[in-house]
């Protein structure tokens, strides 16, 4: 059979894989937070025919024939990659004021309730991360994502003038009158008395390599074991905005997804002629094999 074949094939697999990622991409253009994907190629192993030689020498050792590069034939294509691109996405501003963008690196950390108490499950398998700002309140007043999932940040004191160093969950109580978010991440509000008092304090997790992450769906991430890890894999210590490499937080606005659909439609475009390309290099393979099969009538 000739090579010719499952090299198209091999060409073919990765457009198809291609445009699968393109397609997700653009599928995802108006997706709070979202990071795109990036499909690259890489060649496969090529078949030696003939190996280097190098120049040949006469008793004298004067070169009396040059040497001679590899004769070899490629076999195809592979996946190299396929990344995440964590690159900055526009910001939306929308006036409400649960609505948060993060404006440089970091993410938001998300948790579940070990015993339905502030004690949250902050072991890194446990933890969840995003840059999908969209929160509200739940019924108790506590600070959640779409998926109920409660945002991570740092308790009040006793005096609720300021914040601890107790990692837990964030809650209003019934008889705030206002709140806001500060850019540090302080969530003040007016209590039942008409003064000021602090909920808790929001913070990001930041990491070494963002593009390691895995996605899990939900616009959320989880670490995996080349995404870097916070204090020895158990998140005890996040980021206030703005500090240890984290970006500055934005209330009243979000961060839209960073596809840029341009660019999308001219990938999507490549994938498709390469596509094509590939299918007549197996239709004239076929048509070769045809051939030769007519030699003999």
């Known amino acids: 059979m000739l090579r010719s074949m499952y090299t198209g094939i091999s060409g073919m697999k990765g457009f198809q894989t291609k445009l699968d990622v393109v397609s997700n991409n653009i599928a995802n253009v108006n997706t709070f937070g979202f990071k795109k994907g990036r499909y690259t190629f890489s060649d496969l192993m090529s078949q030696t025919m003939q190996g280097a030689t190098g120049p040949i020498q006469n008793a004298a050792g004067n ?3 040059g040497g001679r590069n590899p004769m070899q034939v490629g076999l195809g294509t592979t996946t190299g990659s396929i990344d995440n691109i964590h690159t900055q996405g526009n910001r939306q501003t929308t006036n409400r004021p649960l609505d948060l963008a993060i404006e440089g690196d970091g993410m938001f950390a998300t948790a579940e309730s070990v015993d339905g108490d502030d004690n949250l499950a902050t072991d890194a398998d446990d933890l969840s991360f995003t840059r999908a700002g969209n929160f509200y309140f739940d019924d108790n007043g506590h600070i959640v994502t779409s998926g109920g999932r409660y945002l991570v940040g740092r308790t009040p004191n006793a005096a609720n003038d300021g914040v601890t160093d107790q990692i837990g969950r964030i809650q209003l109580p019934d008889d ?23 909920a808790g304090q929001i913070l ?13 769906g939900s616009n959320s991430y989880k670490i995996s074991n080349n995404a870097g890890e916070l204090d020895g894999g158990i998140v005890d210590y996040l980021y206030v905005p703005g500090d240890g490499g984290a970006g500055s937080l934005f209330a009243g606005a979000l961060e839209m997804s960073n596809v840029d659909l341009s660019e999308e439609f001219t990938e999507m475009i490549t994938a498709q002629r390469g596509f094509q390309a590939n299918t007549r290099v197996i239709t004239t393979s076929d048509e070769i094999l045809q051939e030769l099969v007519n030699l003999k009538r």
Request: hydrophobic residues 35%; negative net charge; glycine residues 16%.
């Open 63 to 65: 070169p009396t024939l």
């Open 176 to 198: 705030a009158q206002s709140f806001s978010i500060g850019g540090d991440g302080t969530v003040n509000y007016v209590d039942g008395d008409g003064q000021p008092a602090v």
């Open 204 to 216: 990001l997790a930041n990491f070494s390599n963002p593009e390691g992450l895995d996605k899990v």
